[in-house]
């Protein structure tokens, strides 16, 4: 690609403390089947601490891509990251992965083959699968997509530069979660039509995350709240009912009513049942109690972040 010709797709990475994960996608993009003359990769570094930025590019100077690594002035979150990356480049088309993935060799091809002799499709989700040898715990983070889903996982997805432009990109305030599910249905609510590509694929890594990670995201889902309030669609598409995200949300405020209760009349403990019986471990499994107890926990941590979104939105939403 010469300096002045404009790339018909960017690939932009947000990437934090996981250099080791961003050098193997850069392997993968190295594999692509689209010409590398046609595309630019942008990573963005969200001031990761240690030697991250250098190994990362050490890497990228070794590369035979064309590509840029830009670093966030503070950690802002991958909205803010992604931002960034997407303004740096005149792209026609943005696609966005994350450092924990790996596409297939067709993925940007098929991705950009989406958008063609569609000048109104404005976000395409590509198709996301978890490794074929992982096994699943009782807390394991992964992803998967195999169609159009309400969240727009900003994991694997395509977006028409004019689309994003249009609705001022990501939201930077969201900072972590549902900044991708907002952007997706900004573009969608500003009447871009939506699409879904399956050749465009890419693996993405399990991670066991242990409880406190899960708490501490649960607390996070405060941003559900504007999200739903903002994009309609997306309230409609996604939650349970238009007052609560998960039935088991619900579920747990309904507990926590009926332990507090029953302190005072016994029978109103009955209103945990609902919220134990959708949360009933598999038969067998080892560690039962335990289980109940740490989803009881989680499922607490989320509810109380969307009642703190809730007190912010002024609206109430479990």
């Known amino acids: 690609m010469s300096p002045d010709a404009r790339p018909e797709i960017a690939v932009v990475v947000p990437t934090y403390r996981r250099a080791d994960g961003a050098a193997r996608l850069v392997d993968a993009l ?76 067709g993925w940007l091809e098929a991705g950009l083959a989406a958008f063609a002799g569609h000048d109104r499709l404005g976000v395409v989700q590509g198709r996301t699968d978890r490794p074929p040898d992982s096994t699943l715990g009782d807390w394991t983070v992964f992803r998967e997509v195999h169609g159009e889903t309400p969240y727009f996982e900003g994991t694997n997805i395509f977006f028409r530069r004019d689309a994003l432009a249009e609705v001022g990109g990501f939201d930077e305030e969201l900072r972590f979660y549902f900044e991708d599910t907002a952007a997706g249905w900004a573009v969608v609510d500003a009447g871009w039509a939506r699409g879904y590509a399956d050749g465009a694929a890419v693996e993405h890594d399990t991670e066991e995350r242990g409880l406190g990670w899960h708490v501490r995201n649960g607390w996070t889902e405060a941003n559900v709240v504007p999200v739903a309030l903002r994009h309609p669609g997306f309230r409609a598409a996604a939650f349970f009912r238009p007052w609560t995200f998960r039935r088991e949300n619900a579920g747990v405020a309904i507990a926590w009513v009926g332990l507090l209760a029953g302190l005072r009349w016994r029978p109103a403990l009955a209103l945990v049942l609902p919220w134990l019986w959708w949360h009933r471990p598999p038969r067998g499994h080892h560690r039962a109690l335990a289980l109940w107890g740490e989803r009881f926990i989680v499922d607490s941590a989320q509810t109380a972040g969307h009642l703190r979104g809730s007190l912010r939105e002024r609206t109430l939403i479990l």
């Open 30 to 105: 190295e594999a692509q089947t689209l010409d590398a003359d046609r595309f630019e990769v942008v990573f963005v570094d969200d001031c990761s601490p240690g030697d991250h930025v250098e190994r990362l590019g050490d890497r990228l100077a070794r590369s035979r891509l064309h590509t840029r690594l830009l670093q966030t002035p503070r950690n802002g979150g991958p909205a803010a990251a992604r931002n960034l990356g997407w303004r740096a480049t005149d792209a026609r088309v943005i696609a966005f992965v994350d450092d924990d993935c790996r596409p297939a060799p």
